[in-house]
């Protein structure tokens, strides 16, 4: 273990870069404040208002499929920069316009930035932090989004009383955020991983130093002896083809657990269950303390009872509440106080295993030379899912009755299913160095 001077050193340049996970958070949820001033404002259909919702993920699903060249290219910290830019040209532009059009790309451009930021921010942390805190400090990043979801449900209840505008108070207030991401990130230095495979090995080390993790020069000066020339990789050969399973499959299961549905759309689900209008933007406050909450505890417990454990625990907890939300929409839903304490429980399980444990392995398993395809691969599979997960979901209980029921009853299913895939085949990688991974995995040089 190194010196604590280079813990606190990694430890703080982590927290920095997961700040892009706060932003993300927060773009994620806010629009739950919004959406239905939103709809009745420009006269939306169901079918427009889900485009509305999802247009922001579309630019997602974009931009974590594109963010990995130029973080290849480029390098971590160059991208990040660009990505602290764009979230607040979004917060800027969907908190003045009065456009129906623009309004949709100043979201597309936000959700540009959180996909971006799902891969990059990841990816550097687990590339600076020394392997015995990689879990709690790329699971910061997961902490900064919950911490984001939670400020914005807070700020949606603080902002609804404030007239026909309040919406734009609600979007505009992540200006703030988003400059003091972009200061602080020019206080911290390049990915020791990425300046040593684009052929600056003196500058990685001394990083290197810094963060106290010599065990890892020793390790990558191993991996990259016996094969000086810098070739790129390509992403889709068999040699991969384990950690791109593994990351696909999560990725889908964890938005098909039904997550983005009732963060986006979290004040409509309450006054479906008989909720007034004040108390359907007070409950997801609620939500928002329970995800917090809940991923805290994931931090504590991610590097000493390793990424499995969580998964298998948060799928029994998710499966009940799901199965028992899905049960509540089926009946008299006048008032039932119930739904609130169901999805309290389903978040609290979801933060403590899916949640906290995503971006953490996704950015673990895939060797230095296609980390960043890898981390692009996953992030995109997770955001196509989040989009089709949002779009559809007014559509489905604008469209029948039992809309709600149908939904919930799904997400409940795919759940039973995530619990087969992570028991039978998924690896556990907590307290390995990535290189250890890559060997356990299979993955030939």
Excluded at 51 to 77: C, D, E, H, N, W
Excluded at 235 to 242: A, D, E, I, N
Excluded at 381 to 389: P, S, V
Aim: with cysteine; charged share 15%.
């Amino acid at each position: 273990m190194g010196n604590s001077t280079g813990t606190n050193f990694a430890v703080r340049v982590s927290l920095i870069a997961a700040l892009g996970g706060f932003l993300f958070g927060f773009e994620t949820a806010v629009i739950s404040g919004a959406e239905k001033t939103i709809q009745s404002l420009w006269n939306l259909s169901s079918g427009w208002q889900g485009f509305t919702v999802a247009s922001s993920l579309i630019g997602t699903v974009i931009g974590s499929l594109i963010a990995g060249m130029p973080a290849q290219r480029y390098g971590r910290k160059k991208v990040l920069l660009v990505i602290a830019f764009l979230y607040l040209l979004s917060a800027i532009g969907c908190s003045l316009t009065s456009i129906w059009e623009l309004f949709i790309l100043f979201r597309f451009i936000g959700g540009l930035a959180v996909g971006a930021s799902s891969v990059v921010g990841p990816m550097y942390i687990s590339e600076i932090a020394p392997a015995e805190i990689r879990g709690r400090l790329a699971g910061s990043f997961q902490l900064n989004i919950v911490a984001g979801i939670f400020v914005a449900y807070l700020t949606n209840f603080l902002f609804v009383g404030m007239g026909e505008d309040s919406w734009r108070w609600m979007l505009g207030v992540m200006v703030v955020p988003s400059l003091l991401f972009a200061i602080l990130l020019r206080s911290i230095p390049e990915s020791p991983r990425w300046l040593w495979i684009n052929g600056k090995p003196e500058e990685a080390k001394k990083i290197f130093e810094r963060t106290g993790d010599l065990q890892a020069v020793a390790e990558i000066q191993e991996e990259t002896s016996s094969d000086i020339s810098p070739v790129p990789e390509k992403l889709f050969t068999s040699k991969f083809r384990k950690p791109i399973l593994f990351a696909v499959l999560l990725a889908m299961f964890n938005q098909l657990a039904g997550i983005n549905a009732i963060l986006y759309y979290a004040p409509r689900i309450f006054e479906m269950a008989g909720f007034s209008q004040a108390d359907a933007y007070l409950q997801p406050v609620y939500i928002g303390a329970a995800n917090l909450l809940f991923t805290l505890l994931a931090m504590t417990m991610i590097d000493r009872f390793g990424r499995k454990k969580l998964l298998i625990i948060g799928s029994l907890g998710m499966i009940l509440f799901l199965g028992l939300t899905a049960m509540a929409f089926k009946g008299d839903m006048a008032g039932n106080q119930l739904v609130l304490i169901y999805l309290i429980g389903f978040i609290a399980f979801f933060a403590f295993s899916q949640g906290a444990v995503i971006w953490v392995f996704i950015a673990e398993i895939f060797p230095n030379s296609v980390r960043s395809q890898g981390g692009s691969l996953g992030s995109f599979t997770h955001w196509i899912m989040a989009a089709i997960i949002s779009w559809t979901f007014p559509i489905i209980v604008e469209g029948s009755p039992q809309g709600g029921y149908y939904s919930f009853l799904f997400y409940t299913v795919m759940m039973v299913l995530h619990l087969i895939f992570v028991v039978r085949f998924l690896p556990e990688t907590k307290g390995k160095s990535l290189e250890q991974i890559q060997q356990e995995l299979g993955i030939e040089k």
